[in-house]
Every structure is written in structure tokens, then in C-alpha cells.
């Protein structure tokens, strides 16, 4: 059984010495991107999240998982290496969550080559949203969505400003990541205009807690990203941006491992373009409408050193989606958000300029149109009512294997019950779906090798493991329960403080979920050979039945001169059958302890208690409980030639704690030492 026990005190006293008056009512925080319409978070009927500003930038967040692998139901998973690393909600993987940059959706995965392409310092805003969200996104969001917003003139411009500018820096001792940005941002009314350009540079090699050093985690990037909006008039608002992402360093052939073998030389190009329009006529409530024509060009080569094989993936996604918001009624207030999407992402690779079959060529299509409406049935009680119907294509370059097609209707229904202005009650049902991929359709050819060996006499082992292409299967099915409730006042114990509590308990029981079995020997493979008999090993996808269900709680207390807050995950999984599936996180508290002693000081303290998983599948590394404690603090000065500086301090894992994020099996850094400046003009 899994051991998960904790128990943390904290000591707080109100009205402590301080200079710093509580704080007046803080501002509401809506969920927007990740439904497709603006929400305050306190009538949201899901399990959402919002991180963004300042919480941001405290992180001093070389990775992704670093910047939001604290938030509940979440885990960043595949190891320290930025490169590998892909999101985990509630035991979903990967392609399973929906990812969103600026509105437009991005599908690349290919095993342990990353999915985020941004770097953190150009990152404004974060909105999870947890559990089954295909009614509003389709295929792929049977786990959840995260939506990130990069920032705009508008975050950065002081009051009356019209031009600016924003300079940072920052180094981690640990690895001695140096990173630095430049933003320049302007606001002339009718035209807006942002550009960025930031470096972060892993010049050593990460070390983890017990002293050894993450071989190869060195790397070097490189991010540019412009904006340009114009506002023809107060109804209007075209936006046009593109961004370009490299990285280059020499990794592992699998960058989630500890893998001494098969080194590879890698270089990632990743180019975004995104044109949006806003129309939103004065006074009319049927018209609010959304339209965004994006496309990802996606380009890694990997040129292993030893023996200069040269492998290259490419990745394209052309996406459109409109969307509008319509408001109507008088004696049943309904608010109408509907749209339809097509994208295409198509892929190719090349193996020493040959085709190549662990990433076939292939191309997938999807069309969906969808419908969720709100409907006010008193001034207390919502009901939400959804429904989606997607159409997707896969195509494949290879006539010994099976294009796929086929269809799905995604419904949803749920409530929002506010039995008084502090109070939220909520639940949902929701059907929600997830096409296969293009590589878990029709990878082919060899997985990985090793050394071969005699299994018995005339026996052998090849030491080859290969990809068993699976085109017939089956889309991930879930039905999704879920309940929740969320508190929030100001002036609970002195005045102008201010209290936020959430809590919420799901299941989802998902048919066909797309589980992949790697087989080190395969019995099944035996073929004559010199000698004897020859195995060779086997990697492929199957349909499995799985049941996933936890409970998550967040809190949120800020006195002013003292804040505090924790957060809370528990999941549980298993596959038919009662087999355990090997994507269920650890148990995780995160608790968040500061004091503002002035108006130019803020510190404080984290501290995440992990519990240990050891309900995995067999041959799986259970994972083993850690302890870290992070401190921080901020300093902004209030006068003087620094007045327009802020400066981050902190140190991650003060203990040196040696951890592992479950399921990847490689340890994370260990005691790391940050500050970072940034001035703005």
C-alpha cells in the first residue's frame, strides 16, 4: 500500500511587527484562455488553478516544472532536464492534457523530447484546468488543459507610461545557469507592441542531491518572441506574433534517463506565428467574437556521437478556431460560448537522410465544432450544459499499414451553486476523449539496443528491442464525476485580510486507455538463428480499461504583514482487473509560510512533503517520499537610484534532499543557490 504521512505545525501570529498595513480586497481572478471565455474563478463549476505575475516570477523558474509543478492535481514529470519534460494531471500524460500558447494549441510529443518550448521569464500567466475538458477542446483533453499567456505591453507598462523597457538577469548555482532577457514594449492607443528576447544557459552539468551530477543536462537556449496588436477602433483588435525557440546541447538519446549510452548532439528549432482578431460591437450582447489562424514549425536533429547517425523529426501544426460569446434572456440569463476548430499537424523523419520508421511520415486531421451554455437559473444556481462533436483522420505514408477515422461526441453537465457571496458549491459530468497519436499508431523499427546475450542452450538474446506498430487502436474514452466547493472573504479575522479555500474530489473511469508495454525479451519473437533460436524485444500500444479517482484542496491567508497557504494532492489510479498503472503521481503537500516585515521586503519558506508509490506496475521503481524546504524573499526598493529594480533571492532544496519526481527515475538538483534582478524604464 502506498505510505503517505505527514504532519506539519505552523505557528502564526497576527498583527506582527510591521510596518505593512493588511491589504485591501484582493483582486478577482478569472479564468479565461482555458474556457474560452472570461470567468471569475469563483463561479467556475471545474477544478482550475490561475498562477500569474508576481507568484511567477518568485519562482525563479529555470524549467516548467520548476515555475507550476507545485500546483494541486500537477506534476511536471520526466526529469531535470528542461528538454524532457512533459505535464501530469491527476495520472493523464502527456498527450492526454491539452497544451495552449497564446491561444493556440500545441500537440508535439515524441518521447522524451519535451513539450515546452517557452521560456519561463516571458510567461505572464498560467490557467490549469483539471479533468475531462473535451466539450470546450477536443481530443486530448481527457486529463485537463494548460493554457499559458506570455506577457504583453499592457503587463508591463507603469501607469501613464506609454514606452518601455525591462532588462533581467539571473544566475543558479547549480549548474550555473546564467539567464538573462531584454523586453522592450510600447502602448500608442491604437497600437501596441512587444519584443523579447531571452537566454538561459545550463553551462555546467546539474548535480543532485547526493553529490553526483546529472550527465549531460547542460544546455543552451535561446527565445525571441514579437508582438503587434492594432485596435482600428473600440470594437477591434487584430494581433499578430511570432516566436522562435532553439536549443542545442548534447543529451542522452533518452533525455528523461540516466542513460550512459547512445549520446546524441541535439538541436531543437520550434517557430510559432499567430494572427488573432477581437470583434466586440458596443452594446451588443450576441456578438463577441474570437478568431486566431496559427501554425508550430517544429524541427530536432539528434546526431548520435557514436557512430554519427543522424536523425531528424519535424512537426507541423496549422490550426484555426472561432469562437463567440452570446448573452440573452431576462428572466433566465444564458451566456452561449460556441465555435468550431480545424487543425492538421503533420509529421516526418529522416534517419542518416532516409525515411525513417520510428517517426513515420503521417499526417492527422481533426474538425470539431462545439456548444456549452450557462444558464442563470436564479440568482444563486447555474446549470452548464455542453456538448462537442469532433471528426478525426489519420493518415499514414505506408500502405502496409491502416489509415484511422472516426468520430465522438463529448457532452458535459454541471452546476454552480452559490448558497451565499462567500460560497461556491460545484460538480460536472463530462464525456471526454482522446484520439491516438501518430507515433503511438505507427512507430516502427527499432526501439533501443544493448548488448545481447545466451538465454539457455541454443537460446539467445538479440539485445534488440523494436517498435510493434498498433493502427488499430482505439480512442481514450472517459466518463468524469466530479465535486467541488470554494470559499473566499476578506475581513475573516482582522481587517482587509483575506481567506480562499478550494476542495474537490473526482473519478474518472476511462475505456481504452492508451497504455504502451515495453517487453525487454519477448518470447513471442523467436526466430531461427545461427546457433538456435533468437528473441528479440517488443515496444507497443494497447487498450486498457483504468478507473483514476483523488482529491485535491487548496488554501490561500493573507494578513498583509504575514501570508500562508498550502495545497494538497491525492491521487489514486488502477487498470482492470486491479493491475496498477504506472502514471499515478506521488501524494503531495506543498505549504507556504511568508512575511512582509516592510513594504520592501517579502520572504518566506516552502515546504513539500511527497509521499512514497510503490503501487506501480511490476517491473517499475516505486517511488521513494522526500522532504525539500525552498526559502525566498524579494526585495523593492521604495526610493532611491534602485527605486525601479526588483530582486529575487532564494535556495531551492536547502537540505540537499536526494528526490525523484514518480514515475521518471532520475533524481532532480540538488541544494540550489538563485538571485535575480530585473529594472524596468
Not at 474538425?367 to 444558464?375: D, H, L, N, P, R
Not at 532532480?668 to 538571485?675: D, L, S, V, W
Request: net charge negative.
Amino acid at each position: 500500500m502506498r505510505k503517505f504521512a505527514f504532519f506539519v505545525t505552523t505557528a502564526l501570529v497576527a498583527n506582527a511587527a510591521s510596518s505593512q498595513e493588511a491589504p485591501v480586497e484582493l483582486p478577482t481572478l478569472f479564468l479565461d484562455s482555458a474556457l474560452r471565455d472570461e470567468r471569475a474563478l469563483q463561479d467556475t463549476p471545474v477544478a482550475a488553478s490561475v498562477r500569474q505575475g508576481e507568484a511567477l516570477e518568485r519562482q525563479q523558474a529555470d524549467t516548467f516544472e520548476e515555475l507550476i509543478g507545485d500546483i494541486p492535481g500537477v506534476s511536471i514529470e520526466g526529469g531535470p532536464r528542461a528538454i524532457a519534460q512533459e505535464p501530469n494531471i491527476r495520472g493523464f500524460q502527456d498527450e492526454q492534457i491539452v497544451l495552449r500558447f497564446d491561444g493556440a494549441r500545441f500537440n508535439f510529443n515524441q518521447a522524451h523530447r519535451g513539450r515546452f518550448f517557452v521560456d519561463p521569464d516571458i510567461v505572464e500567466r498560467i490557467e490549469v484546468v483539471r479533468g475531462g475538458g473535451s466539450t470546450l477542446f477536443g481530443s486530448g483533453a481527457i486529463g485537463g488543459v494548460i493554457s499559458v499567456d506570455t506577457k504583453d505591453a499592457q503587463d508591463l507598462l507603469g501607469p501613464g507610461q506609454t514606452v518601455g523597457a525591462r532588462l533581467r538577469t539571473g544566475v543558479s548555482t547549480n549548474g550555473l545557469v546564467f539567464s538573462n532577457s531584454a523586453t522592450v514594449y510600447a502602448d500608442w492607443g491604437q497600437i501596441d507592441a512587444l519584443a523579447f528576447l531571452g537566454s538561459r544557459n545550463f553551462s555546467e552539468d546539474l548535480e543532485s542531491g547526493d553529490g553526483v551530477d546529472i550527465r549531460n543536462s547542460r544546455l543552451d537556449v535561446l527565445n525571441g518572441l514579437v508582438k503587434f496588436g492594432y485596435e482600428p477602433t473600440d470594437e477591434h483588435r487584430l494581433e499578430f506574433a511570432f516566436s522562435q525557440y532553439d536549443d542545442d546541447g548534447t543529451t542522452p538519446a533518452n533525455s528523461s534517463s540516466a542513460s550512459t549510452a547512445d549520446d546524441v548532439d541535439r538541436d531543437a528549432r520550434v517557430q510559432t506565428v499567430r494572427l488573432s482578431w477581437d470583434y466586440a460591437p458596443e452594446g451588443s450582447n450576441l456578438i463577441d467574437l474570437s478568431a486566431i489562424v496559427y501554425a508550430n514549425f517544429l524541427e530536432i536533429t539528434e546526431d548520435r556521437f557514436s557512430d554519427g547517425r543522424a536523425d531528424q523529426s519535424n512537426y507541423d501544426t496549422i490550426g484555426f478556431e472561432l469562437v463567440n460569446r452570446s448573452r440573452f434572456g431576462e428572466l433566465m440569463p444564458v451566456d452561449l460560448v460556441y465555435g468550431f476548430e480545424v487543425l492538421r499537424d503533420t509529421q516526418d523523419g529522416l534517419r542518416d537522410g532516409a525515411p525513417r520508421v520510428q517517426f513515420p511520415d503521417a499526417e492527422a486531421t481533426t474538425i470539431g465544432v462545439f456548444a456549452e451554455a450557462t444558464v442563470a437559473v436564479s440568482d444563486q444556481l447555474d446549470v452548464i450544459a455542453g456538448l462537442r462533436y469532433d471528426n478525426y483522420e489519420r493518415d499514414v505514408d505506408n500502405p502496409a499499414l491502416a489509415d484511422a477515422e472516426d468520430d465522438f461526441f463529448s457532452p458535459r453537465v454541471g452546476f454552480s451553486y452559490r448558497p451565499t457571496q462567500s460560497w461556491q458549491i460545484f460538480g460536472n459530468v463530462a464525456r471526454a476523449f482522446r484520439a491516438p497519436t501518430l507515433t503511438e499508431l505507427y512507430n516502427d523499427g527499432v526501439h533501443f539496443s544493448s548488448p545481447g546475450f545466451p538465454l539457455g542452450p541454443g537460446q539467445f538474446f538479440s539485445g534488440v528491442n523494436n517498435f510493434v506498430p498498433n493502427p488499430n487502436l482505439r480512442e481514450e474514452r472517459s466518463t468524469q464525476i466530479e465535486f467541488g466547493a470554494r470559499f473566499e472573504e476578506t475581513d475573516v479575522w482582522q481587517a482587509g485580510d483575506s481567506l480562499s479555500f478550494s476542495a474537490n474530489t473526482y473519478y474518472a473511469d476511462v475505456e481504452d486507455f492508451i497504455d504502451q508495454v515495453v517487453t525487454f525479451i519477448d518470447f513471442t519473437t523467436g526466430t531461427p538463428g545461427p546457433g538456435g533460436v533468437v528473441f528479440n524485444g517488443t515496444t507497443t500500444t494497447r487498450n486498457i480499461d483504468a478507473e483514476l479517482w483523488g482529491f485535491e484542496a487548496e488554501v490561500d491567508y493573507d494578513a498583509g504583514s504575514w501570508f500562508a497557504s498550502a495545497a494538497l494532492s491525492l491521487p489514486r489510479g488502477s487498470a482492470a482487473g486491479g493491475e496498477e498503472l504506472g502514471s499515478i503521481p506521488q501524494d503531495r503537500l506543498v505549504t507556504t509560510v511568508g512575511l512582509r516585515p516592510n513594504t520592501a521586503w517579502t520572504y518566506g519558506a516552502r515546504l513539500t512533503l511527497a509521499g512514497e508509490q510503490d503501487d506501480v506496475p511490476e517491473g517499475v521503481t516505486p517511488g521513494e517520499a522526500y522532504q525539500l524546504l525552498d526559502v525566498f524573499a524579494t526585495w523593492v526598493p521604495q526610493s532611491g537610484p534602485l527605486e525601479d529594480v526588483v530582486v529575487h533571492m532564494g535556495v531551492d532544496n536547502v537540505f540537499d534532499e536526494n528526490y525523484q519526481i514518480f514515475p521518471n527515475g532520475l533524481a532532480q538538483p540538488g541544494r540550489t543557490f538563485k538571485i535575480s534582478a530585473a529594472i524596468t524604464f
